[in-house]
């Protein structure tokens, strides 16, 4: 035994143009739960700990480089102009790859090759996959599965050893090998030498006019290597999307697997199939998700919470024992006990203190709503700081824009702001001030202080008997007044 560990470079192929999605964007940055299908892959690629990670790039390169530099600066990207075929890709990766520079000893370096689009792989099968690349009779491990439907993949075709023999494309099987159902995941372990023997050989000889990857396991059996499959233990993991039926596919699956790891650490789903909860999001046990939610991006929530019915949550962080009904939350903080909803309207900057409450049919931007304080009906709520413990009236509106540039209404402690107010700003209401229901607050308030903001309600009496005699409402007019 020693402890040297062999160098390990993985190889992820991402230039196919994706045309089978028919979008503008290009496939591996389409989105499943919260990660593009590349970042997927690059997560399940850190449990190899690879010296070196490159990725081939091609269609639409720009856009993709700018998502694979932001995950990692360090991971390389390598461009394929055209399309020549999976092996051409491995080539031209291995072209730019550290180890051929420094011309290490090619039996002690293992190459990894990962399609980009295969986003439900973990790290355990790619470690199994290395580990079974751990011989020097052994030049290369493919990962295969047994499906139901092998249509459009690679046939594995085995030796009477257990070994594989080959890989023949669909396209250029035979009767007999397409009905095999042990396909090709595109996902491999090579030892690097046998390798590099095998792609100076390929050719593109043959119905797609490509050079295959594929290829290279027959051409190291020529060599007197080993091929060994590995199986992986669910179909799902080589799952490749090609187009947006398998993108659902693969997004289902991604939601299950989310929601069991979820359940078993602690957390209540009443209806898991209509709950879509990003890789990304992170809950505590004890809370409590109802049917018909989503919970996406950086999301964070805390015990006890209370989350749905048909709730959204992006970019939240919800505190302990927070309850929100209906509602749609954008970058917002809700704090312990806060209540939100239903159907309201939380955007970036929405900021609820501990046992605050927006109730229904409330907008809040850019807004602190102090402990304890309510906006319970109705209500635009926008560039707005309220102090702890004060009220706001039903239908009471923020107007923080005067058509050129956004002011902010500041709201102190313990306010009582009346019904169908609206605030003027830049103004203040100050600590235990009140205002009249359905005032314009466009002066200041000192603390303490009634604001009145509204015209004295005049009655001109017998106005209906006069201007609409005969209706209705005159004819109820004289018998209230014959009552009277
Ligand atoms: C490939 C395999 C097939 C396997 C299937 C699994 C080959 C020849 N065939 O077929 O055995 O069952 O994957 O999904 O390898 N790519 C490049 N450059 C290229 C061509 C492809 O980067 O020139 C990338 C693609 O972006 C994709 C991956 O390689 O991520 C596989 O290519 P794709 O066209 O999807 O191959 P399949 O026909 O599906
Ligand atoms: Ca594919």
């Known amino acids: 035994m020693t402890s040297h560990r062999d160098r390990r470079v993985a190889i ?4 196919g143009e994706g045309t089978r999605m ?40 720009e856009e993709v480089g700018k998502e694979i530099s932001n995950y990692d600066a360090q991971i390389k ?50 470690n199994r996959l290395i580990s079974a690349c751990d011989s020097v009779e052994v030049g290369a491990a493919v990962l295969t599965a047994d499906v139901d439907d092998p249509h459009g993949f690679g046939r594995v075709i085995r030796d009477s050893n257990n070994g594989i023999l080959k890989i023949v494309e669909e396209k250029d099987a ?8 042990e396909v090709n995941s595109s996902v491999y372990a090579f030892r690097l030498g046998p390798l590099q023997q095998a792609l100076a050989a390929i050719t593109p000889n043959n119905a797609q006019g ?58 209540t789903l009443i209806d898991p199939p209509t709950t879509f909860i990003d890789i990304t999001v992170a809950i505590e046990p004890d809370v409590t998700i109802k049917p018909g939610c989503q919970i996406e991006g950086e999301t964070t929530i805390a015990r006890g919470a209370l989350i749905g019915p048909d ?5 939240c962080v919800v505190g302990p024992a927070a309850v929100i009904t209906k509602s749609e939350c954008d970058g917002a903080t809700i704090g312990r006990h806060a209540h939100v909803g239903p159907y309201s309207f939380l ?20 807004s602190t709503i102090g402990a304890g304080s309510k906006v319970p ?56 001030a009140y205002t009249a229901a359905g005032s314009a607050i466009t002066e200041n308030v000192p603390p303490g202080a009634m604001g009145v903001g509204r015209g004295q309600q005049r009655n001109i009496l017998g106005w209906v008997t006069r201007k609409r005699s005969g209706s209705d409402s005159a004819k109820a007019a004289e018998r209230a007044s014959k009552n009277n």
């Open 12 to 15: 992820l192929l991402a230039a």
């Open 22 to 61: 028919r979008s503008d964007v290009p496939k591996v940055l389409h989105t499943i739960l919260g990660r593009t299908l590349i970042r997927h892959v690059l997560v399940a690629t850190e449990a190899l700990n690879a010296d070196e990670r490159i990725v081939v790039v091609g269609a639409k390169s």
């Open 77 to 126: 990207t390598v461009l394929q102009e055209r399309r020549g075929g999976t092996g051409h890709a491995v080539r031209l990766a291995l072209e730019s790859a550290l180890i051929q520079s420094s011309g290490e000893n090619s039996d002690s370096t293992v190459v990894i090759v990962v399609a980009g689009d295969v986003p439900l792989l973990s790290g355990e099968t790619l």
């Open 174 to 181: 035979d009767s007999d090998e397409r009905e095999v159902h």
């Open 210 to 267: 490509e050079e295959y990857l594929t290829d290279a396991i027959e051409l190291i059996r020529q060599q007197g290597k080993k091929v060994v499959p590995v199986v992986a233990e669910e179909y799902f993991e080589i799952l490749g999307v090609n187009d947006r039926i398998q993108l659902a596919e693969a997004t289902a699956i991604m939601r299950d697997r989310i929601n069991l790891r979820l359940m078993s650490e602690g957390v």
């Open 311 to 315: 709730a959204r949550l992006f970019n």
């Open 347 to 366: 955007r970036p900057g929405a900021h609820l203190g501990d046992g605050a409450k927006v109730g229904s049919f409330v907008e809040v931007k850019n």
């Open 377 to 432: 009906h109705l209500s635009y709520i926008g560039d707005a700081t309220i102090g702890i413990e004060s009220n706001i009236g039903a239908g009471t509106i923020t107007a923080n824009y005067d058509g050129v540039a956004k002011h902010e209404t500041v709201i102190g402690d313990y306010v009582r702001i009346g019904s169908d107010n609206i605030l003027v700003a830049p103004v203040e209401v100050g600590d235990g």
